[in-house]
């Protein structure tokens, strides 16, 4: 009996194979690209040119974006508490995530927030939070040394017209980081509508900002608190992000007022009630230097003449600020510990 003999079967993949088919595309004339742009050149040439004058745009338009003209950046090697603003119409929840946020860095809680509060956020970061009012004038105040902006909006509402008065505020002084956060979320009770309501709020605030802005959705509140998962996810965002100098505040010499004493004689005052009051305002000196015995402008007041001041607003040894759960300063509702030196007024808050 004969064994029998399988058929020999060809290699169809490996480097054996590869070489085969070279060789064999080699012997047809047909193996390498330069033969074939020689025998059909117009496969190889352009086939519309609207098309490729688009493609060719659209490239340089990518390349153009990524391009940022070089600024000087005065800030120094240890910078003022970032100023964040949380702007929105009223009944949004501004007051509640300011007081979440301020629960998630330093796991404490308060009650009545007047002013800004300054809180320790990283280990070289510290935020001073602050609530805008729903007046033009504290609009435009604050729009003018706003680092980053909240913009708070009901969900089950929509936009108001605070927040493109605000918008429209801010193109005046440049440009700060804005971030969209959406409330109210529960009140929508088909998943199907609230997924067509996130998107087209999504939409609607990428045209008014720019095209990618960021958007935080707080879907719902839990005794009186947004969700705590929620709330870590924007403080880590906040806590990370990088900003660049806007040219407006870096050319303008700023101050936000942490707190501020009224030195006038106490008999003078009650002598007459109207008499020339003197205040002394502590806060960190933003944007460039101030003047010695130049005018100040107070918002809500006239100008007024500045005498010669010396800022000093609390220094570490280390290049790290301490832990955060240790850390706050709201002294306008007397909360937190201030520690003042022959120096100056520092913050170190249990």
Known sequence: MEESKKKHRQRHSGPKAARKKQKRLRDMGAGDEDGARERNPKAFTVQSAVRMAKTFHRAQDLKTKKHHIPLVDRTPLEPPPIVVVVVGPPKVGK?????CLI????????TDIRGPVTIIAGKKRRLSIIECGNDIN?????????DLVLMLTDASFGFEMETFEFLNIC??????????????????????QLKKTKKRLKHRFWTEVYQGAKLFYLSGMVH?????????NLGRFISVMKFRPLVWQ???PYILADRMEDLTNLEDVRVNQKCDRRITMYG????????????VHVPGNALLQRSIAHGFCGEHKSHQYPTREQCKHCPIIRCGSTVINVMGVGYLAP
């Open 95 to 99: 007051s509640t995530l300011i007081r």
């Open 103 to 110: 629960q998630n860095f330093t796991k404490q809680k308060l």
């Open 138 to 146: 504290s609009m435009i105040d604050l729009a003018k040394v706003a």
């Open 171 to 192: 193109q005046v002084h440049g440009f700060p980081k804005i971030m969209g956060v959406l409330t109210h979320l529960d009140t929508i009770k088909n998943n199907k």
């Open 224 to 232: 009186g608190q947004y969700q705590k998962q929620e709330i870590h």
């Open 250 to 252: 870096m050319a303008h």
């Open 284 to 295: 960190y000196l933003r944007g460039t230097y101030l003047k010695d015995n130049s005018q």
